[in-house]
């Protein structure tokens, strides 16, 4: 077994020990003369079973919160259920109370790092597991020196801490004096120490402005100031102040803690999933099995009472292995989503998607189905470098200022200190961007955050890489709707400004020249009774202008539909053009007639794919063919270098595209094997819809 195993093992020994000391530290408190003081401490105590699993999973990504919070959330609810023992066990005098001292003694030095540890060495390290500088070492080893010193005096002082009067079973008489005196020292350096703890909490929050800092700062306040009030009960208060002193340590300390852990689950800090989903499995299945256990052998036991104990024992038996694997189902869709079900999480997305109802609800709809089906941080979806859809809470990132500094502290530092340490976690999140392909084209990509101190396993990465190939087919869908309507709108100004070329053209140029030759006919009319060879010398000038304004015409006729398409038709109108290209063969027949509007696009789509063919991707053939089946089906394929990896498309491919959207068809483009490019344009017939 290596380290990594034998420290995650030490870890779930840990979490056990927490939840069956915090049981029976809240079962005996109930048990044996409860007072809101005593019933508090054991809620208290039970409340650390959380810490300590937030605590093995920080031990799991080693992080330096995971040792301070897997001790704290261990020895306060042993600490606090030794005391309740020992209290019993003094008072009544039972058979078991001989181990009344050894309980007693067990209250003490536990107690030290449950009620200490968080305050003072916690706080510290919070949030990062590392302090905030090297400056604040001195005040971590004061912490560690103040610790030991406590924990020296429960271990060998004379009397047991909580119980005056009662020998230590471990005590060192020789030392007593010193011991006490270190004890008297160091219990009044826990103060002014957790106060420190505090000011490193305001300097980072102040630094960096961090809301999981700010959630923990007042509790850290707060803790340190119930130290103080401790530290006057004890002096003031005579022999009862410890009856207030204990819930107020306890007290402030659970604040820090409790915040701790919220701060934790609710900005990501730590992955704890793993750990709570194990604890959370194997907790229900004990339930389950002490349940069917008591309530089969109290029925049986009724008839046979001989037969009640091994019967429940097979019973439980056979209801704990089912029963792990539907608890085992259960918190993992709850904990981890549909990581284990890749079918379930397509059919979920599926599901969203119909019920969508547009293009921009379907791609958000998919980001948030992408987040929840496998609990992540945050998912967003970027087409062409534009983000248009997200869901969940964007990453942190530090901000940097005009000197690159991350905070704007002079010297760069987060916290103000001169020895650059930053207070920010250097550990950043797992950040996994999938490229979204449709038809062979990088169309964008799906961007997914899962989170601090988590990373992806391979079957959560294989389920991403599914379930992107869908996003993909939506993201494809909302910018072709996006293409559409941006081509409308320059259908739209294009034809107002065909329009006014028109009009410009024969305003300015067809209709002064025929003004000009109604005004030559009018002077050519004069001359001829006059002057016949005048009168035909005018005329003449004037059947030269008429031509000029004829060629006119012609131009503007060709600019509206190319001529060739009337004379030659559409097969023969692209074979003529292909044959002043090169080597290209056109084939295929186009039966009946044709909406103009088709016939030009198809015309314009042919024409520009066979150029980019042989101009731009080396190709030396190329091969059009067209077909007429409910639709005109135009294919133009080469044998090129192909399509780059992530090509986009260009002015001429956006072209032919806005061509094929006017008319309500189509363009893709589309690799071809072993090498080269297919267009394929589809163009109703009927028009646009």
Not at 348 to 370: K, Y
Request: net charge neutral; charged share 20%.
């Amino acid at each position: 077994m290596g380290a990594l195993d034998l420290r995650n093992a030490a870890a779930r020994l840990a979490v056990g020990g927490s939840a069956v000391f915090g049981a029976a530290a809240l079962l005996l408190t109930l048990a044996w003369h409860p007072t809101p003081l005593t019933v508090a401490s054991g809620l208290i105590a039970a409340t650390f079973v959380p810490v300590a699993l937030v605590g093995a999973a920080a031990v799991r990504a080693r992080h330096g919160l995971g040792w301070v919070l897997l001790a704290s959330g261990v020895c306060l609810p042993l600490a606090t259920g030794a005391y309740r023992w020992a209290s019993a066990g003094f008072a009544t005098g039972a058979p078991w109370a001989q181990w009344a001292p050894w309980a007693g003694w067990l209250d003490g030095w536990p107690w030290v790092p449950g009620v200490a540890l968080i305050p003072t060495v916690g706080l510290l390290l919070f949030p990062t597991g590392r302090l905030p500088s090297r400056w604040w070492w001195p005040v971590l080893v004061a912490d560690v020196g103040v610790l030991v010193s406590l924990t020296i005096w429960t271990v060998f002082g004379t009397e047991l801490i909580d119980f005056p009067g009662h020998a230590n079973p471990t005590a060192l008489p020789g030392a007593a004096g010193a011991v006490a005196e270190a004890f008297v020292v160091a219990i009044v350096l826990v103060a002014p120490l957790s106060t420190l703890s505090a000011i490193a909490v305001t300097l980072r929050y102040r630094a960096r402005r961090d809301p999981a800092i700010g959630l923990v700062l007042p509790a850290a306040w707060a803790c340190a100031a119930a130290w103080w009030a401790c530290i006057v009960f004890v002096s003031v208060g005579g022999d009862g102040a410890d009856v207030y002193a204990a819930p107020l340590e306890s007290g402030g300390m659970l604040a820090v803690a409790i915040t701790c852990w919220i701060a934790i689950r609710r900005y990501g800090l730590l992955d704890v999933r793993t750990v709570v989903g194990r604890a959370a499995v194997y907790a229900g299945l004990t339930i389950v099995v002490v349940l069917v256990y008591v309530g089969v052998a109290a029925v049986v036991g009724t008839v046979a009472e001989p037969a009640a104990g091994p019967l429940a024992v097979g019973i439980a038996v056979l209801v704990a292995l089912p029963g792990r694997q539907l608890l085992q189902h259960v918190v993992n869709r709850l904990v981890f989503g549909y990581r284990d079900d890749p079918g379930g999480a397509l059919r979920r997305l599926g599901e969203r998607l119909a019920g969508a109802a547009d293009a921009a609800q379907m791609l958000s709809g998919a980001a948030q189905v992408v987040r929840d089906v496998l609990r992540l941080q945050h998912v967003a979806v970027e087409v062409h470098g534009r983000r248009v859809a997200e869901a969940g809470r964007r990453p942190t990132a530090a901000v940097a200022d005009p000197d690159g500094n991350s905070d704007g502290s002079p010297d760069g530092n987060s916290d103000g200190s001169p020895d650059g340490n930053s207070d920010g976690n250097s550990d950043a999140d797992e950040v996994l961007e999938l490229p979204l392909v449709f038809a062979g084209e990088a169309i964008g990509r799906l961007r997914i955050t899962s989170g601090p101190e988590r990373h992806l396993t391979l079957s959560e990465r294989e389920l991403l890489t599914e379930v992107s190939r869908q996003v993909a087919s939506v993201a494809h869908a909302v910018r072709l709707g996006e293409e559409l309507s941006r081509s409308r709108e320059r259908l739209v100004a294009a034809t107002e400004e065909e329009r006014r070329r028109l009009r410009n053209d024969l305003h300015d140029g067809l209709g002064p020249a025929l003004a000009g030759v109604a005004l030559g006919l009018h002077r050519a009319r004069g001359k001829v009774a006059a002057d016949p060879d005048a009168a035909s010398a005018q005329l003449e000038q004037l059947t030269a202008q008429v031509r000029d304004a004829v060629d006119d015409v012609r131009r503007l006729v060709y600019g509206l539909r190319p001529p060739a398409l009337d004379e030659l038709g559409l097969v023969a109108a692209i074979g003529e053009h292909a044959r002043a290209l090169g080597d290209v063969r056109v084939v295929g027949t186009v039966d009946g007639d044709l909406p103009a509007a088709v016939e030009v696009a198809a015309y314009r789509i042919a024409l520009e794919a066979m150029t980019n063919a042989l101009r731009h991707s080396g190709a030396r053939t190329c091969r059009v063919s067209l077909e007429l089946n409910g639709a005109l089906h135009v294919v133009v394929e080469d044998e090129g270098a192909g399509l780059p990896d992530g090509y986009r498309a260009g002015i001429g491919i956006t072209s032919m595209r806005e061509r094929a959207a006017e008319l309500g068809g189509a363009l893709t483009l589309s690799r071809r094997e072993p090498s080269g490019t297919t267009v394929r344009a589809v163009l109703p017939v009927g028009g646009p819809p």
